[in-house]
């Protein structure tokens, strides 16, 4: 029981004494752990300053480069701003000019619109039909002709009237000009149905065309006063194509007629060649005039030559006795100084006689000036 005792006190004590070491060791590694850890929160509180400093810089750099950018956009802004607002100014300028100028469009739009109302009423009428072609026939002529080359409402043959006469030398001879404006026809023409109404629209036409051929080569066409041909003017350009596209032989019988189917176009182009014609004679009435002149001018030359002949005879004639008078003087002063040479009571067979002097014989000049 006691060596039990003994054994278990033993055993505890070996056990306190394992205990002991074991505390003691284990405190020391706690010291160590301790320190370690001490070592370790040091050294994560310097590894934090630095990563806040570094932080900081950072954030410092990135401030400056922020403010930098902002300061880049806005005035990148700014700038777009500026020409944003420069150009919306300018458009808006522009689109006020371009809305003033559809404004004026449209206003003057809506005077044609008036305007053709207006036409469209004219050319209704026949007699403001006739008139219509009347004014645009004078304005044709007036802008090419000069005065003198036309007259309006002439009258020819036996007092008919014509709306505009061409003055033409011979040949061709004044020419005759009449407009007329056959619109009825060349509507119904335009607005045909089926074949038969457009054969009967046809047919109207043509034959309102050869109306009024027959009516200008009976009135206007006057043998002995007028050239032997004349011109109907359409002052329509839609009704001379017409009738050149699709009716070809009315224009055939206005051509056997002599009487020529003008438009507005085509009528410039005839009055133009008129001008040509009108120079054409003017510079004939001139060239003859000028040839009378220098025929005139040469029999001027031709006594002016038979006068400067004459002169120069005269001029001969004068030269001839300014040389005898020159020749008299030198004989009177040779004699003189013979005289100064005679010694005055010395008379001998020696001492030649005085001479007679000598003088000039009279010339006599003709009647023709000489």
Known sequence: MDGNIAIIVGVAALALLIAGVLAAVLLSRREGVLGRLSQLAEGQAAAQNQISERLQAQERVLAKLLDERLTDVSKRLTEGLDQTTTRTVKTMTDIQKRLAVIDAAQKNIGELSAQMVS???????????????????????????PPSAYEFQARIGDGKRVDCLLKLPNPPGPIAIDAKFPLESYHQLRQGGDESARARAGKAFSDAILKHVRDIAEKYIVPGETAESALMFLPSEAVYAELHANFPGTVEKSYRARVWIVSPTTMMATLNTVRAVLKDARMREQADVIQ?????MMGDVGRLDKR?????????????????????AQ??????????????????PEAAPVEELESPKPRVISAGGE
Do not use: C
Not at 314 to 325: C, G, K, N
Not at 337 to 343: A, G
């Open 331 to 348: 004989k009177i002063t040779k004699r003189g100084q013979r005289i100064e040479e005679i010694e005055v009571g010395e008379v001998g």
């Open 308 to 328: 400067v002949a004459n002169l120069q005879q005269h001029f001969d004639l004068a030269s001839r006795d300014v040389r005898d008078i020159h020749t008299s």
């Open 292 to 296: 009378a002149e220098v025929q005139i």
């Open 119 to 145: 036409l469209q009423d004219i050319l209704a009428n026949k007699q403001a039909r006739g008139a219509f072609g009347e004014i645009q026939l004078r304005d044709l002529v007036q802008n090419a002709l």
